[in-house]
Each structure stands twice: as structure tokens, then as C-alpha cells.
């Protein structure tokens, strides 16, 4: 037997994975766009023809994403949009429909995270952490969704989920639950939208490093080490890989694939090991002391 050697790498950025123009004509609009996994899969649909609405609170990272997608030809524009804010979701459908008609396809990658022990959690950062990954999916979902119900016009939206929506996340019981929640809005909202043409999918990444990673999820991988090895695929994701998923669940050749949640992570949540190792606390693991209260 030959030592592994993981998964192979994938193609390179720029490479497609659907037919050139597959969505010339077509809008999407990205939450979290300006930076990260929204950034990248907002350039993957770039580069197959879309126009783009880039959604997210900074101004500056909009603006660079901007002025880096607009070379791929489509029309792109953004907005300063905190998700968590109804009244403002209305205004940015506005802007979006005002620029080159309704969006075709939402993809919801906003969110918020942060590891905590349960326990230490509170109530601020609580509401934080749901508010926008739960309930702001939900309110840009449902003024997308409403739109179309109008219209009487197909559409997708692919939300961004977690594989501790299945299995729990200790040091994230916010996310953890909002995400299920999310998992649990996909499987529901495609039945009750199917009918009208509206597909509800869901893409869960695995461990996909980038810069928009906040500096306590950053610091608990370098406290990790090498990360490769400790993925079945021996390698970590790639942006441009979550981007490549994201645009074939939204595309033509997906229309009936809804209710779904695709993982793309290497297989790393289904990881089991023949003997299990010994327990470490969440607050051991990010270098807490004794809970005081």
C-alpha cells in the first residue's frame, strides 16, 4: 500500500465548472460579498456572466470587491446593509431591482461567529450571533422570496450552513443553533416555494482558511497546527471550490435538486476515530480558566 496522500488538489482559480455564460443575464445578489467565502463565490459567478449585488457592513471591502468583480463584464453594484435591519433588506431589493431588474438568486453567506464556552456566552453576544445568522437569513430570504411569489418568476437561493447544525458545536452553542435553525428554514421553505418554482438549498464548507477569518478563529488553527493533516482529504478547502458549489446549485442543471444541503468539506464531519480521545473541555481548549461566574 502506498502512503496517502489526501485528495487531489483542484483545478486552478479561474477554472470553471460550468459552461462559459451560464448566467449571462442573470442577478445574483451575495450577502457578505465584499470579503471571504461571499467574495468568492460572488467571483465564481462573476466569471459565468452575472450581474452582482455585493450586501455587507463595510464600505471599504465593498468597494474593492467591486472594483475587482466588474472586470469579469457583468454589471456590479453594492450596499451597506446591516441584515439584521428589515427596512434596510427592502431598500437594498430596491437599489438591486432599480440597477438591473430582481434578483434571479440570493445567496446568504452573512454571518456571525465567535468560539465562547457556553457558559461564558452572553446575552449580547447571543442575540449577535443569531440575529444575523439566523434571523437575517430569514429576513432576506423571505423579501426575496415575496418578490418573486409577485412576480410569478423561478428562483434560488443558497444559504450558507454548518455541519454542527447536525451534530452540535461545542464553543459555538449560538451558531450552532442558528444554523440549524437555517438548515431546518431550507428543508422547509422548499416544500412550502417549490410549487411557485422557488428552489431553497443550503452549502456547508468545511475548513476553507481566508482572510476574512476573525482573529479568534484564526488563532484557534494556529494553536491546531498543521490543519491538513488533521482533514480525511489531508488538505484544506479552497475558496474558489465553495464558489464552484454555490454556482452549480443556483445554475440551470440543479433545478431539481431543493431542500438539499450539500457539504463540501472533505468528509471531515463524518470523522470518527477507532478509539476515542481523551476529553478536553471547551474552556481548556481556548486557554480559559476555572469558570468564575
Keep these: 500500500m502506498t502512503d496517502p496522500s489526501g485528495l487531489p488538489a483542484p483545478p486552478p482559480l479561474g477554472a470553471a465548472a460550468l459552461p462559459a455564460g451560464t448566467f449571462e ?43 475587482e468583480l466588474s472586470e ?92 454542527y447544525a447536525w451534530t452540535g458545536g461545542p464553543g459555538y452553542v449560538h451558531s450552532a443553533a442558528a444554523k440549524a ?29 481566508h482572510e476574512d477569518m476573525t482573529a479568534e478563529l484564526r488563532g484557534g488553527l494556529d494553536r491546531a497546527g498543521d490543519t491538513d493533516v488533521r482533514q480525511p482529504a489531508l488538505r484544506v478547502g479552497q475558496p474558489r471550490e465553495i464558489g464552484w458549489a454555490a454556482t452549480f446549485l443556483a445554475s440551470p442543471y440543479a433545478r431539481f435538486i431543493t431542500g438539499h444541503t450539500l457539504v463540501v468539506d472533505g468528509a471531515n464531519w463524518q470523522r470518527r476515530t477507532l478509539v476515542n480521545e481523551p476529553v478536553v473541555t471547551v474552556r481548556e481548549q481556548l486557554g480559559r480558566g476555572p469558570f468564575e461566574g
Design 181 to 209: 435553525g437555517v438548515r431546518s428554514m431550507v428543508e422547509t421553505l422548499a416544500v412550502e416555494w417549490g410549487p411557485y418554482g422557488i428552489q431553497i438549498n443550503a452549502l456547508v464548507p468545511g475548513l476553507v482558511p
Design 72 to 163: 469579469f463584464g457583468g454589471q456590479v453594484v453594492a450596499a451597506v446593509c446591516d441584515i439584521r435591519e428589515p427596512g434596510r433588506i427592502a431598500e437594498v431589493f430596491d437599489a438591486a431591482e432599480a440597477a438591473f431588474g430582481l434578483p434571479d438568486v440570493l445567496v446568504n453567506n452573512a454571518a456571525g461567529n465567535f468560539p465562547v464556552p457556553a457558559e461564558d456566552l452572553s446575552e449580547r453576544g447571543w442575540r449577535a450571533v443569531v440575529d444575523i445568522t439566523l434571523s437575517g437569513t430569514w429576513f432576506m430570504t423571505g423579501e426575496f422570496g415575496r418578490r418573486h411569489l409577485l412576480a410569478g418568476t423561478p428562483a434560488s437561493v443558497v444559504s450558507l450552513g454548518a455541519s
Design 25 to 67: 443575464g442573470r442577478n445574483v445578489l451575495v450577502t457578505g460579498g465584499g470579503s471571504g467565502l461571499g467574495r468568492a463565490i460572488a467571483r465564481e459567478f462573476a466569471r459565468l456572466g452575472a450581474n452582482l449585488m455585493l450586501v455587507g457592513r463595510r464600505a471599504d471591502r465593498l468597494t474593492a470587491a467591486r472594483e
